[in-house]
């Protein structure tokens, strides 16, 4: 891959180092631990955290963030427990997909997976309910990424019948699940979501 | 240490309020055998899981979780490893930084945390706290199956948080021996990841990665899985038959609960236990029960 010099931002792992869980990034001496040990490296050699870590340190703003790669992560924590730099991948990982979703919100970069719109939409299960209500959830996130309440509908219907009815037969899936489980006080878990945000 | 633990703050995770009804009721059977007293917390929230990306959203969820365990002055106790790492991390940052626990106070009164208290996994409650001792000396029947232990992810990393051997953790093992049961090695498998976070988004991921964790344990000649995670326990047993058709394989490997096994050797009715629950039939199991 070359790497043309001035399309670099050097900000940008200052950035990373500024976002709660990115504060280690800077510790990365390139060994390859953490990709060696990682489970979805180990299944997709496209995916490689060594790599990541290196673009961002070099300013690759755009190519890292717009990156299929960030949300392939499966927060195992396989490299931070071995990286011998304490680099916290997986943490890393983390603070680097929070600036791709501010970016993405600012219309300044794409994001193609699924994921931050799956996240948002357990995000907002708990800002409601206290809790994560699975059926809600599904319902949002396949709203959101099949747009449109009838094809999400379809699709759910493809992807659950099987399962579902699975869980039910076997009293997995009692008909109280049909509705959330809401906590008394959401005023409180609601305070917090305004303060942080999502 | 065995006489003092008596009641805990109970959290059971949203699965554990829902599809991971089969966790739910091993876990209370076994406490209730050992007579601890597990008492569900009031009113808790959601641990964030593994869809809160800013740590500052997960200490605060769990600060308010803390605080209500706090009030009671009791430990926490859950059976979910990701809702043990999202609690486990919260205790640890908020006890270390006076500065975080400003900063949560100043949000919310609700999240003026202490740091009086403790929050663990049932696993690590079982063997470290009540003790190998103590619970031998209530095991009723010998479960003779071959059990691959399959710890994932969070029990045993980050070491800082985790609190088995983040190589080779060996709780469950020992779990497993006192129930009468043989370990196999099932080397880097057991705390291999099984893919569960990534199943909403890149199911095709997921799949792969279940897939080697339950052709390793049937390649090692393993009876059962056992696991202390529901996510583990959805993706292995209850997606099983989803997995078998989308690569055409047979596995057909039954996967139970560490607290289900356990349950079995304290002689606790498999229906007590849930086993009718498991999507994969666990009677061969069962049948094992002498």
Redesign the interface.
């Known amino acids: 891959m070359s790497v043309n010099a001035w399309e670099l931002d050097p900000e940008f792992k200052y950035k990373v180092a500024s976002t709660p869980g990115g504060e280690n990034i800077m510790r990365c001496f390139q060994c390859s631990t953490c990709t060696a040990s990682c489970p979805i490296a180990d299944i997709d050699s496209n995916y490689n955290p060594r790599k990541t870590i290196r673009m961002t340190l070099l300013g690759m703003k755009n190519k890292v963030l717009s990156s299929d790669e960030i949300w392939m992560c499966a927060i195992c924590q396989m490299c931070t427990e071995r990286c011998p730099q304490d680099v916290r991948i997986s943490d890393v990982m983390g603070a680097i997909r929070q600036v791709a979703e501010k970016e993405a919100e600012k219309g300044n970069i794409d994001i193609k997976s699924v994921r931050p719109t799956f996240e948002k939409a357990f995000m907002h299960q708990i800002e409601k309910y206290g809790r994560s209500y699975e059926i809600g959830l599904t319902m949002e996130y396949y709203q959101k990424v099949h747009k449109g309440f009838v094809s999400a509908m379809m699709a759910m219907q493809k992807d659950y019948t099987k399962l579902g009815m699975r869980l039910f037969k076997k009293g997995k899936m009692p008909v109280t699940s049909v509705l959330p489980e809401k906590i008394k006080r959401t005023d409180e878990v609601k305070k917090i979501f305004k303060s942080i945000g999502d | 240490m065995s006489t003092s633990v008596t009641k805990l703050a109970y959290y059971p995770g949203?699965a554990g309020?829902?599809?991971?009804?089969?966790q739910e009721m091993s876990t209370k059977a076994v406490f209730e055998q050992l007579g601890i007293e597990l008492i569900e917390m009031e009113?808790?929230?959601?641990c964030?899981?593994?869809?809160?990306?800013?740590?500052?959203?997960v200490y605060?969820?769990n600060a308010?979780n803390l605080v209500i365990a706090e009030k009671e002055g009791l430990n926490v106790a859950t059976p979910c490893s990701i809702c043990f790492y999202n609690l486990a991390r919260t205790d640890k940052a908020l006890k270390e930084d006076e500065n975080l626990r400003k900063k949560m106070r100043d949000?919310?009164p609700?999240?003026d945390y202490k740091g009086t208290i403790n929050a663990k996994h049932t696993l690590d409650i079982l063997v470290n706290d009540v003790g190998l001792d103590e619970i031998g000396k209530k095991i009723k029947k010998k479960v003779a199956v071959k059990v691959a232990p399959y710890y994932?992810?969070?029990l045993e990393?980050?070491?800082e948080i985790g609190f088995d051997n983040?190589e080779r953790p060996e709780l469950m093992d020992k779990i497993v021996e006192l129930a009468g049961g043989t370990p196999i090695p099932f080397r880097q498998m057991r705390?291999?990841?099984c893919?569960?976070?990534?199943m909403?988004?890149?199911g095709d991921?997921?799949f792969?990665?279940s897939k080697r964790v339950l052709e390793a344990a049937k390649k090692e000649g393993a009876d059962c899985i056992i696991t202390a995670c529901p996510l583990c326990h959805m993706m292995l047993d209850?997606?099983q038959?989803?997995i078998e058709e989308f690569f055409n394989i047979t596995i057909g490997m039954p996967v139970l609960y560490f607290s289900q096994l356990l349950g079995l050797a304290l002689g606790v009715e498999p229906k007590k236990l849930a086993l009718?629950?498991?999507?994969v039939s666990t009677k061969e199991i069962e049948e094992k029960v002498i």
């Open positions: 949203c309020a829902t599809h991971a009804v089969d009113d808790w929230n959601c964030g899981a593994a869809e809160a990306e800013d740590p500052n959203m605060a969820l308010r949000m919310d609700s999240l994932g992810c969070y990393r980050p070491s983040p705390i291999r990841c893919g569960g976070p990534l909403m988004t890149r991921l997921a792969e990665m209850a997606k038959p989803d009718n629950k498991n999507i």
